[in-house]
């Protein structure tokens, strides 16, 4: 058995042109390998992947890749929503310039998922109609969340006029989807102020999409007639050949994946603040930095 392999070249591409929901749906795709089924209103999967009673199973991390920020017009909320930080050890959602009347939160779209899963009447008041207020101003922007429940005198509580002002999609974050190898991916996420949404071996199944690996850049030995070259391909096509007898003798996409190699061809969107790009550069731009992965920060230096 010989598998047919691809080989292509490690690559960086920026992704903050698209629509902030559209640039999550891309990070969606990129974990099942389905870009190519996106639509105008192909968004709408999200929904399911968010929501188990709508058929899919909770799937948020991608939410990571878009940030939001509002002042929320609801009194003496600013202590409440740090007691249930500090009691839930989640700290991804900012309290910004709290006062008695009203309250500034700036986080990613998972942090104020993550936040509405704890909405219930018994929580106090001022912690309930935050919760309410979130969810109702992202929702007017991002159509795949369920709106929450009002609760008996939601309305009530809040002041006159609306209860949420100065909504705004941060421009300070930057995305990349990075194509690269399964030891590359181990370095990059290392940058845990980053957010990151990877090609899943769990679910692709590679005999129906193929195997591709990425181009061994920039060993001097990269070249397809230099011996080493010839080594490292064949070594990449006995992978596959295993993989592919593992699926005949009933292993599953999940199991087989353990004799893949790391040359592995992985895609992932990376998101982070501008900030942190610089110190991703000065770590990985550097001389004592392994080849390939310096490789990827010339490419994101060209972005930031």
């Known amino acids: 058995m ?30 099942y390998q389905s870009r190519h089924l996106m639509t105008d209103n192909s968004h709408k999967l999200i929904t399911k992947l968010l929501y188990p009673e709508n058929g899919g199973t909770p799937h948020s991390s991608p939410l990571e890749h878009v940030t939001v920020s509002m002042r929320v017009n609801v009194a003496a909320a600013g202590d409440y929503i740090k007691e249930w930080q500090a009691r839930h050890d989640n700290y991804h959602m900012a309290v910004i310039a709290p006062d008695y009347w ?21 929580l106090p008041k001022p912690l309930t109609f935050v919760m309410f207020a979130t969810n109702e101003a992202i929702c ?24 949420t002002k100065d909504f705004k999609v941060s421009q300070d974050t930057l995305s990349f989807n990075i194509i690269t190898t399964r030891d590359i991916l181990q370095e990059l996420v290392r940058h ?3 957010s990151f949404s ?19 850049r920039p060993y001097d030995w990269c070249d397809t007639n230099n011996y080493q070259y010839k080594l490292w391909y064949q070594s990449c096509q006995d992978a596959c050949d295993t993989y592919l007898k593992m699926l005949e003798q009933g292993a599953r996409p999940e199991e087989a994946r353990m004799v893949l190699p790391g040359g592995l061809k992985t895609e992932l969107v990376m998101t982070a603040d501008k900030k942190y790009w610089e110190y991703f550069l000065k770590l990985r731009d550097h001389e004592t930095a392994h080849p390939q992965i310096r490789l990827i920060a010339k490419e994101v230096a060209r972005y930031v």
């Open 2 to 31: 010989n598998s047919k392999i691809n080989i292509v070249e490690p690559q960086v591409i920026p992704l903050d042109y698209l629509e902030p929901i559209k640039k999550i749906e891309y990070a969606y795709r990129t974990c």
């Open 102 to 122: 009203s309250v500034g939160l700036s986080g990613n779209l998972r942090a104020f998922f993550d936040f509405w899963q704890d909405y219930d009447p018994s």
């Open 140 to 163: 007017e922007h991002f159509d795949m969340f369920n709106p929450l429940p009002e609760i008996t005198a939601n309305r009530n509580y809040f002041f006159e006029g609306e209860h």
């Open 192 to 194: 845990r102020k980053a």
């Open 198 to 216: 990877v090609e899943s071996t769990r679910y692709c199944n590679y005999k129906t999409k193929g195997f591709t690996f990425v181009r061994p």
